[in-house]
């Protein structure tokens, strides 16, 4: 067995270029950009994990000490940000767990990827949940394809109605994201993202600057009733957020599958409708994948940094 050394960087240029050497850059979570755009609100204390082979980096696992929390979290972690992993390279894998003996202070590894069941004592936390878009030509497709027949023709009818009222379908308008941010606080009350996470409206409207995204308004008689949002990366299509009135009968729904067909329109290959059922997604019959976690809390009952 090779003689791993490891090293905690916590110079934030040192951690980029270590980040984006290592990072197999398949997802939105593996960008650095993407996960910057939120962690610079907080700018606290990296700790990078770092592995090294002589002088070769073959592994890194990306923290940071979560000031609020008390404890080391993933880069821009926060509980949103999703695939977390300990980016290691090919042939390297037997040390995933050499990493986790750096650690030493409370930890909360939460929703990591996959590959990342590898590590002792990890849990399936969640689960993230997405639509392959390859052989859909629009919204309907999906409905047939995911939802059988009974369903799709009780859900065409409910959409009937939201169109009887008036609806005008408007793409790109950039200051309804203003909006997206209203409905989802009235929808959602104190459990709204955008009272939960810090920034998150700021966070938003920087990342569809930086990256292709599509905003989806709803006006219904002239009226802005409901906003989504999707951003691409790497031919998938994320459904970050949406805010509707509530008071309008499955306008989410429709909104929802506004977002899918935006995904199918751009020709993304997938739809990532994020983590946690929330009611729709396990009655959608959405494909899901493992999220899991890693609690390192309990081994250090007090800690100051």
Not at 71 to 94: P, V
Request: with cysteine; charged share 25%.
């Amino acid at each position: 067995m090779n003689k791993i050394n490891f090293k905690c960087i916590s110079n934030i240029k040192e951690a980029e270029i270590a980040w984006k050497q290592l990072s197999p850059l398949k997802s939105i979570y593996d960008d650095w950009d993407f996960r910057y755009c939120y962690y610079k609100f907080f700018q606290y204390p990296l700790f990078f994990y770092a592995g090294f082979d002589k002088n070769e980096l073959i592994g890194l696992l990306p923290l940071m000490w979560n000031e609020e929390k008390g404890y080391l979290d993933f880069f821009a972690g926060f509980s949103y940000m999703e695939d977390n992993a300990i980016f290691i390279k090919r042939g390297y894998e037997k040390y995933y767990n050499n990493f986790l003996e750096c650690i030493d202070r409370p930890a909360l590894l939460e929703y990591m990827r996959p590959d990342m069941k590898l590590l002792n004592n990890s849990v399936i936390q969640d689960f993230n949940y997405s639509v392959n878009l390859k052989s859909l030509r629009s919204y309907a497709d999906f409905i047939y394809l995911y939802l059988g027949k009974n369903t799709a023709k009780k859900l065409f009818s409910q959409f009937k109605k939201i169109q009887k009222l008036g609806v005008k379908i408007i793409y790109d308008r950039f200051d309804d994201l203003s909006l997206l941010v209203y409905w989802n606080k009235v929808k959602f009350g104190a459990n709204s993202s955008f009272y939960e996470r810090p920034h998150w409206e700021t966070f938003i409207k920087t990342i569809t600057k930086k990256y292709p995204s599509k905003i989806i308004s709803v006006e219904i008689n002239k009226k802005v009733e409901g906003v989504g949002l999707v951003i691409f990366y790497n031919n998938i299509c994320y459904g970050i957020n949406s805010g509707y009135n509530p008071t309008i009968n499955n306008l989410g729904k429709y909104i929802t599958m506004l977002k899918i067909d935006a995904g199918i329109k751009a020709r993304a290959t997938t739809y990532d409708a994020g983590s946690g059922s929330f009611g729709w997604k396990e009655d959608f019959h959405l494909l899901k994948k493992p999220q899991y976690q890693l609690d390192l809390r309990s081994k250090y009952i007090t800690w100051h940094l």
